[in-house]
Each structure stands twice: as structure tokens, then as C-alpha cells.
């Protein structure tokens, strides 16, 4: 289905809507003859919303994700919580098109190539690769949509003013200028993070997703990435963020979605970080398919979980 303008006041600021969102896993066969879950990968469309319709699983598999709805707003940054196993990480995949959906639909509604980016909590990077900070910085330019040919492919050639201009203003708000020429593996924790949020800043995208970004990082330098995210999202650019770090979710996230394989609440984040929310989030392993569960209260009401 191709994307139509939003036409609603509800929706002129989002980034991406998340309706239904079922991905399964698929019961396969190790070398050793036990059964695994691995999350099916078949190709996905490349329009802005995609649909799958329920179909048949094998038997003992199990979803992911549960019907999951959220949205990401533009100006906004959102903390995504919930236990290990609940689907965050799946949710990205959906988000980004890297898994199918099995049944519900996503919409991205600034779907150019490079729009959305992801920092994921590890990134696969030989630290002792002789590769400066503006260079990781700069990569980014090669996702922006200047950069493709008419075949699709990457152009990698010379930077243009242009993409100059886009690498000095991400290195500038991500606090990086004075550390351009420093090779990668010569930085702390925070700002290595800081780095792969910048090369978001300089692809253009209008939607980040960070997985888990205040890992391994001290007070200092989550007090840095906190005030980079409310910066991005001055600047109009929407963030949806893992974390764990609860305690200091109401500094910087104006709304929280919590999840443990379906979405269990949804809102603004003074209202919603409840102890009756957490309680329901937390509680017990990730959950099955199937388990009944009682309604849960939001800042939208009430919601039954099934």
C-alpha cells in the first residue's frame, strides 16, 4: 500500500505508526536436532506501509511482537522499555523493514531512502581501525538520498559542499568538533556513542532509533547524550530510545512506551511510568502466546492485553 499525505492535525507531526504489529518467530532445527526460535527474514516491500495477513504457524512458535500499536512523534523524544526478550529489538527491525510483518501495518511517513537511522547498543567496529571521528561521521553521507544513483546504487564519490555542510552542523550538535581528527578507538564510552548518533545527524534522518545508548556509559556521559536526544528533538527530529535506565526516563523523554511482546502501556511519561504499569511490564518472563492478561490502565484508559 502506498503512502497518502497525513491529512489529520493527529497526524501532521508523526514519524512512524505502528498499527497491529505481529512478527513471529519459526521453529527451526539446529545441528543438534534442538528446536530454536529465529525470526523469519522474507524480503518486505519498499513502499512506506507494509501488510501481512495472520497466516498458519508450526507448532510451539511464538510472535515477537503481539499486536503492538505505537506511534513516534516528530519533536519528541520516546523511551521504549521493557524486559530482555520483550521485542525491542524486534520493534526496530519492523520499524526499519528488516523483518515481516505477519499481520498489522507500519507506516513511515518521511519514507526517503536514509530517513530513518539506527545506533545500535554495539556496534560492529574494529576500535583500532585507523578512522577519525569526522570519517565515521561522514559515512552517514552515503545513506542520504543525493548519494544514489538512478540504478539505486551509492554514489562514493568526492563530498559535495553540501555534504560538508551536513557533516560540520552533526559534528557541531553532537559536541564533536574538537575531536574531529581523534581516531575512534581514542574515545570514551559516551562519546563513541555520540559519534554513531552524529552520523544519524549528517544521513538527513528525520527518525532515530537507539538501542540501549547508556550502556557502559557514566553519569557525565549520559548527562551529554541526554541533552543531545532534547536537542534533536527541538530541532524536530523524532527518537524513539531503549533503555533500562528508568530512574532517569522523566529527564528527557516526554513519553514511554513499555512492552514485553505486546504493547502493555502508551503515553506520556509522568502519567504512564507507573508503578501499576511497571509491575504489569516486568513482571514474570516475556510473555507467551495467548496468556490472558488484565486490563491494564493507560493514559488513554483502560486496555485489554489479549
Known amino acids: 500500500m502506498m503512502l497518502t499525505p497525513a491529512d489529520t492535525t493527529e497526524e501532521s507531526d508523526l514519524a512512524v505508526r505502528v498499527d497491529g504489529a505481529t512478527v513471529y518467530y519459526s521453529r527451526t532445527r539446529t545441528a543438534g536436532n534442538r528446536t530454536a526460535d529465529t525470526a523469519e ?5 519498499k513502499d512506506a506501509s507494509h501488510k501481512r495477513t495472520t497466516r498458519t504457524h508450526p507448532h510451539g512458535s511464538a510472535p515477537a511482537l503481539d499486536h503492538a500499536s505505537t506511534s513516534i512523534r516528530c519533536g519528541h523524544v520516546k523511551a521504549l522499555i521493557g524486559p530482555n526478550g520483550s521485542g525491542k529489538s524486534t520493534l526496530f527491525k519492523a520499524i526499519m523493514g528488516l523483518v515481516p510483518l505477519h499481520h498489522g501495518n507500519i507506516t513511515r511517513f518521511h519514507n526517503a531512502p536514509g530517513s530513518i537511522a539506527y545506533v ?11 578512522i577519525s571521528v569526522e570519517d565515521v561521521v561522514a559515512s552517514g553521507r552515503y545513506a542520504h538520498p543525493t548519494r ?16 560538508r555542510e551536513a557533516i560540520e552542523s552533526a559534528l557541531h550538535i553532537a559536541n564533536l568538533s574538537d575531536l574531529r581528527a581523534r581516531q575512534i578507538g581514542q574515545l570514551s564510552g559516551g562519546q563513541r556513542k555520540r559519534v554513531f548518533v552524529a552520523r544519524g545527524i ?21 548527562e551529554g547524550l541526554t541533552s543531545l536526544f532534547t536537542t534533536l528533538a527541538h530541532e524536530g527530529k523524532a527518537l524513539l530510545v531503549a533503555t533500562h535506565d528508568i530512574d532517569h526516563l522523566p529527564t528527557f523523554c516526554d513519553e514511554v512506551v513499555m512492552l514485553n511482546r505486546t504493547v502493555i502501556a502508551d ?12 509491575l504489569a511490564t516486568f513482571s514474570g518472563v516475556a510473555r507467551g502466546v495467548g496468556n490472558t492478561e488484565q486490563p491494564v490502565k493507560t493514559s488513554g484508559g483502560e486496555r485489554n492485553d489479549e
Open 148 to 163: 544514489r544513483g538512478i540504478f539505486g546504487g551509492r554514489w562514493l564519490g568526492r563530498h559535495t559542499s553540501t555534504d
Open 267 to 278: 503515553g506520556p511519561t509522568n502519567s504512564t511510568l507507573t508503578d501499576e504499569n511497571l
Open 202 to 222: 549528517a544521513q538527513g534522518a528525520n527518525t532515530l532509533l537507539l538501542d540501549e545508548p547508556f550502556a557502559g556509559v557514566d553519569n557525565t556521559s549520559r
Open 41 to 45: 527474514k522474507r524480503a518486505t516491500p
Open 120 to 130: 545500535p547498543q554495539h556496534e560492529s567496529v574494529d576500535w583500532n581501525f585507523p
